[in-house]
């Protein structure tokens, strides 16, 4: 299903990013302009919505485009995540988020014998992340999740490989039920910590190069200035309470149900506890 690529030796000087349509909010248009600044000799390349499908269905056949529709295009996170993994397994290069950056040239960041970096957040006591990343599905992991807002890698990297599948797998194998809705849903499911508690059983057996913070790469996760990255990038994932995959007959009416009820419960339980900060 999912074609062969053969690795590369060496990470595509390619700079690629995304958003929903090829018309960017000034702010992070800035951003991207600081970006192509700093690499000036790098190719830069942008995909919105339309060209995502166009991209897809042309490298990788009708099959996984299927699967990349199946999630629920409310989820723009969780299709943004699925096609940088697709993007770069297929292309190489830097993969960023539209809203991160960095204050280091690429050229001095990668190494010549880099096929893979990867890192975790500065989020030990007194940084500037503190505690980010630490979910307990990865408690027993020492930092927490490896980062995914940026994704730099040769071409045909088995990590990426392995990411895809397992992503395959989890689209086949939804339910509310099982994954949830809204934003753990997305983090557990194509998100960081999928990623993570993929790579991770894998870092011994394929070369990469790991720094416990990415502050040490020169990289930046928000570059949008005294802005919370939810106000610029509208329908946040961390807001939808229905169901990520789109399933089909029974299984659908049984999805919504699930949703329905957890949006009521989370809508009470916040409500219980603003009564309950009241009363004291």
């Known amino acids: 299903m999912l074609k062969y690529i053969k690795p590369e030796k060496h990470i595509a000087k390619v700079i690629h990013q995304t958003y929903k349509s090829n018309q960017l909010p000034e702010e992070l248009q800035s951003i ?3 970006l192509k600044f700093k690499n000036p000799d790098w190719q830069y390349k942008f995909y919105d919505d339309h060209n995502i499908i166009k991209y897809i269905k042309y490298h990788y056949g009708q099959i996984i485009l299927d699967y990349y529709l199946r999630i629920n295009p409310k989820y723009g996170a969780s299709r943004a995540d699925f096609f940088r993994y697709l993007l770069i397994y297929n292309e190489g290069g830097v993969y960023l988020d539209i809203k991160s950056s960095c204050n280091i040239p690429f050229d001095q960041i990668i190494q010549d014998n880099d096929v893979y970096l990867l890192s975790q957040w500065d989020n030990e006591k007194d940084q500037a992340f503190k505690g980010a990343g630490l979910h307990k599905e990865l408690r027993n992991i020492n930092g927490g ?20 599948e397992k992503i395959i797998k989890n689209i086949d194998e939804y339910t509310v039920w099982k994954f949830g809705v809204s934003k753990h849903a997305v983090l557990t499911f194509t998100g960081p910590i999928m990623y993570t508690l993929t790579i991770h059983p894998l870092l011994a057996k394929y070369p990469h190069r790991f720094e416990r913070y990415n502050s040490n790469y020169g990289l930046i996760y928000n570059g949008l200035k005294n802005i919370n990255h ?9 807001l939808n309470f229905e169901p990520l995959v789109m399933n089909h007959g029974f299984q659908k009416y049984i999805d919504l149900m699930f949703a329905f009820f957890y949006k009521f419960y989370r809508k009470n339980l916040r409500f219980s506890k603003k009564d309950f900060v009241r009363k004291k």
């Open 230 to 238: 939810k106000q610029v990038l509208q329908n946040h994932y961390s």
């Open 32 to 34: 991207v302009n600081h």
């Open 145 to 164: 999740e490896l980062q995914q807002w940026y994704i730099i890698a040769a071409a045909g990297s088995p990590f990426l490989r392995a990411v895809i």
